[in-house]
């Protein structure tokens, strides 16, 4: 709306300019003319006529200066109607110079029509075409200086009345063709203001106006609204890789199969043209009115996550785009339009979490969830600032000679401890925000500020096991910041592993992997942790430079339960690890059963609760002295703990 009135603004503005610079010209001129035929008048002896013109001139003068000093243009053009009428009635009276006045009559009460709007212009034509027939033709013509023929005053009044409609009529449809121009102009305004220039659909603009009116009407009614709020699947990499023109090629489809999908035919809820609206790049949003039950709104969604039908044919090209669907209704699940946006928002999320090309309802759950995950994100940023992280250590075990060969950095955020939350759920809200790189560059710097005290003091060389996350991987800073703390601390690089989950991996990542080997080339080395997990094809694994495998948890805790299986991955990772000389860790020791399984077939190293817990600094102080003093069996160790 605003955006439209600044247009016709606009317009108007550049209209007055010209009409202002059409006075300034007119004034010029005609104050020239007025001068020379005032002073020529005056030569002449027509005394009266050359008094009129010359105060004409000055009117004029004074009304120039006016213009220039941006004065109210309508009173410019009061001034300068006043002085075009004066000089033309005074033309007719005196007859002018030689009796040529009507001549000069005619220019000047056609500049004076076209100085005026349409109206205006017809008011001044009616005054001067009553008063001019009033001297020509009545008893007053007796005042006039000149006497004028029945013809002349007849032939005057006809050339003077075709002289102003051809004026009134040009001057009328210029108006219409500026209004045409207006009106059409504000169209297009509208359009861009409301529409999506790409697909046509209604944009954000629009939405927010429709839903507003609708829930106003439904809450009147007493009806039920569904919205539901889409985001494409995979829309980025369809960008990235085939360019934005496939892009838009693909969004412009998509809103077509919407449209179909969406038609009112045998739709479970009444349907407008402006329930369809794209709300920004690949968002967008179906409105049902009217919607019988909540579930109904869930057969619609399938109808559109039908139209991918294993994904959308663009430019010859097969995409694998798909669209995950969050649904909320009204008034059932939110009371305001924001409300509804943001739970149906909230529940799109929950599809895509859940897996993509879904649909998901909205519950409080939800809500409830995203509560957890921004009070968990708040604790993490007090805990980095008051410094409320600390590290706890777990050792790691020859599983030959139970020697402590060494240790992994565990962190604990004691805002969150006493709440039971640990870093299995905060370090996923962490990596979905900046604060993880904040966060692993803590750890590393801490742990090995341990590391470097443990060296000093004890003088351990066993190795310190950091866990970073997978975002790392990305980060091209990463080994430097690395560099930095090693040089920093004094620490050998080889005492340092950096354990990577497997599901961190993605498949072909150049990048990633370019990352990997500079931190390689530190002297570092790197643990793909919770093996297993990840079902990534070993032979895929092998590209990343890797130097240990820590089998999975959940592996080492299923070896003497019902499932076979698990004993069988278990020895096929240490088998496969033993082809590519990797270095193998069974993490998740409960038992000494499964310890002695993971001697017996030739497992390197081991961890879990059944050898150590983790531990903090000082507990792990006097472990490390105990096992030097003496060499001990390690199920010992753990009974010492
Ligand atoms: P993870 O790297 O697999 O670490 C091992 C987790 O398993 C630890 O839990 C440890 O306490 C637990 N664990 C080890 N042995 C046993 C056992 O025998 N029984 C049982 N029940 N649990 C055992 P924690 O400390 O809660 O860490 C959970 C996860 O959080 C870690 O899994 C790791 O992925 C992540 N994490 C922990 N510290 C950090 C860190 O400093 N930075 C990053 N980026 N992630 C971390
Ligand atoms: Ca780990
Ligand atoms: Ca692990």
Request: charged share 25%.
């Amino acid at each position: 709306m605003t955006s439209n009135n600044q247009s016709s603004h606009e317009m108007l503005k550049v209209r007055s300019e010209r009409h202002i610079l059409l006075c300034k010209v007119l004034s010029f001129i005609g104050t020239t003319f007025l001068l020379i035929f005032g002073i020529i008048s005056i030569n002449d002896q027509a005394f009266f006529l050359g008094s009129v013109l010359l105060f004409c001139m000055c009117a004029g003068y004074i009304n120039l200066y006016l213009l220039y000093r941006n004065t109210s243009i309508e009173l410019s053009v009061n001034i300068l109607n006043g002085i075009l009428l004066i000089l033309s009635f005074t033309l007719l009276f005196t007859g002018g110079s030689q009796n040529t006045g009507v001549l000069w009559i005619y220019p000047i009460i056609a500049i004076n029509l076209f100085i005026n709007r349409f109206w205006s212009a017809v008011f001044l034509s009616l005054i001067f075409f009553i008063i001019s027939n009033i001297l020509l033709f009545t008893p007053l013509s007796d005042f006039l200086l000149v006497n004028y023929s029945l013809h002349q005053s007849i032939r005057f009044e006809l050339t003077l009345l075709a002289l102003c409609l051809i004026c009134l009529a040009a001057i009328h449809s210029e108006e219409k063709a500026y209004n045409t121009i207006i009106l059409m102009h504000d169209e297009d305004m509208r359009k861009l203001a409301y529409y999506d220039s790409l697909t046509g659909l209604p944009n954000r603009q629009n939405f927010k106006i429709n839903i507003t009116r609708i829930l106003q009407r439904a809450e009147k009614e007493q009806q039920r609204v569904g919205l539901l709020y889409i985001d494409l699947d995979n829309f980025k990499q369809v960008n990235d890789n085939y360019g934005h023109e496939v892009g838009d090629q693909l969004l412009c489809l998509f809103s077509t199969l919407l449209k179909e999908a969406t038609r009112p035919t045998d739709l479970v809820a009444k349907r407008e043209p402006e329930d369809l609206a794209r709300l920004a790049g690949d968002e967008f949003v179906v409105i049902l009115n009217d919607l019988d039950s909540t579930i109904s709104a869930g057969t619609v969604a399938e109808r559109i996550l039908r139209v991918f039908d294993g994904g959308l044919n663009v430019a010859g090209i097969h995409h694998s785009v798909f669209a995950s669907i969050g649904i909320a209704v009204f008034p059932e699940d939110a009371k305001t339009p924001d409300e509804l946006q943001h739970h149906a928002d909230l529940a799109m999320y929950q599809a895509k979490k859940n897996g993509r090309n879904r649909f998901e309802f909205y519950t409080k759950e939800i809500t409830d969830e995203l509560k957890e995950r921004y009070r968990i994100e708040e604790c993490l940023k007090i805990a980095l600032e008051e410094n409320l992280f600390s590290l706890v250590y777990m050792p790691l075990f020859d599983c030959q000679t139970s020697e402590i060969v060494g240790i992994e950095a565990l962190l604990r955020c004691q805002n969150l401890e006493v709440d039971g939350i640990g870093p299995d759920k905060f370090i996923p809200i962490a990596e979905t925000t900046n604060l993880i790189k904040e966060i692993d560059l803590w750890v590393v710097e801490n742990s090995m500020a341990t590391l470097a005290k443990l060296l000093a003091d004890k003088d351990f060389k066993g190795k310190l096991c950091i866990n970073i996350s997978g975002i790392e991987i990305q980060n091209e800073l990463f080994p430097d910041n690395v560099k930095e703390l090693l040089e920093k601390y004094c620490i050998p690089p080889s005492l340092v592993e950096f354990e990577i989950t497997e599901t961190a991996f993605v498949l072909d990542d150049e990048k990633g992997i370019a990352i990997l080997k500079k931190l390689k080339t530190l002297g570092v080395s790197l643990a793909l942790d919770d093996f297993g997990t990840g079902y990534t094809a070993f032979s895929q694994l092998m590209h990343y430079p890797a130097d240990c495998l820590k089998i999975d948890r959940s592996f080492i805790d299923g070896l003497f339960s019902e499932q076979e299986a698990m004993k069988k991955m278990v020895s096929i990772i240490k088998n496969l690890a033993e082809l590519y000389e990797l270095r193998v860790v069974g993490e998740g020791v409960e038992t000494e059963e499964q310890l002695k399984y993971l001697q017996n077939i030739g497992c390197d190293w081991a961890q879990g609760y059944f050898l150590s817990k983790p531990i903090k600094l000082d507990e792990l102080e006097k472990l490390l002295a105990l096992s030097e003093s003496e060499t001990v069996d390690s199920s010992t160790l753990s009974k010492r703990l």
